[in-house]
C-alpha cells in the first residue's frame, strides 16, 4: 500500500501565500531565486508547524462587515483625538482602568477578532482573554468614573455585535438575536 499524501488545507496554501509575501517583502526583491526559496520555506514551516483545526467557520456578510469597517474608521478618527486630548490635557496623570467585558461569542475566530478589533484603536487594549470566564480584561485609557467605565463597557459590547454580525457563523448570530429579543422582552 502507498501512502497517499494529504490534501492541503485552504487555510493551509493561504499561509504559504502570506509567508511567501512576508519573505518577498523582507528581502526587497522580486527574483526567481527569491520566490523559489521562499516558497521552499513557506512550505516547510507550514508542513513543520501545522496551524490546528479550528472550532468552526467564519461567515463573511459584506454589508455587516461595511458596517464593522465604517464603524471602526470612525473609532480610529475619534479615539485617536480623544487620547491626543488627554495626553496634551492630562499628561502623566492621566487616569485609565482596567474593565471586565463579557464575550458574547464563542467561536474562537469572532473572538479573536473582537480582541484585534479592540485594541486597534487608540486608548483601548485588551490584556487578557479569559476563555474559562468568559471574559475579555480591557485596559481603557482616560476612565475617570464609574458611568465612564460602563459606557466603554457598553461600546464595546456593541462593537463584538458588530464583529459577530460580520463574522460569525449563522447560529452564533440567530442565537445571539433570540438571547437579545428574551432579555428586551423581561
Known sequence: MRGRMPRP????????GWLLLVWIMLW????????LFGLLVAVGIVLVFPLPRTS????????????????????????AIIVGWHALRYGKDAT??????????????VIAVSANVISLAPGEFVLQVDRARGIYYVHALGTRSHQHA????????????????????????RALANHSGQKEGT
Open 28 to 35: 526587497g526583491s522580486l527574483d526567481t531565486a527569491t520566490v
Open 150 to 173: 460602563q459606557r466603554v463597557r457598553r461600546s464595546l459590547l456593541d462593537l463584538q455585535l458588530k464583529v459577530i454580525k460580520a463574522f460569525a457563523p449563522r447560529d452564533e448570530v
Open 9 to 16: 488545507r485552504p487555510g493551509q496554501l493561504l499561509m504559504v
Open 96 to 109: 485609565s482602568a482596567i474593565i471586565e467585558v463579557p464575550m458574547l461569542s464563542d467561536v474562537d475566530q
Open 56 to 79: 468552526g467557520r467564519l461567515t463573511l456578510r459584506p454589508a455587516s462587515l461595511l458596517v464593522l469597517v465604517l464603524f471602526l474608521v470612525y473609532e480610529l478618527v475619534s479615539s
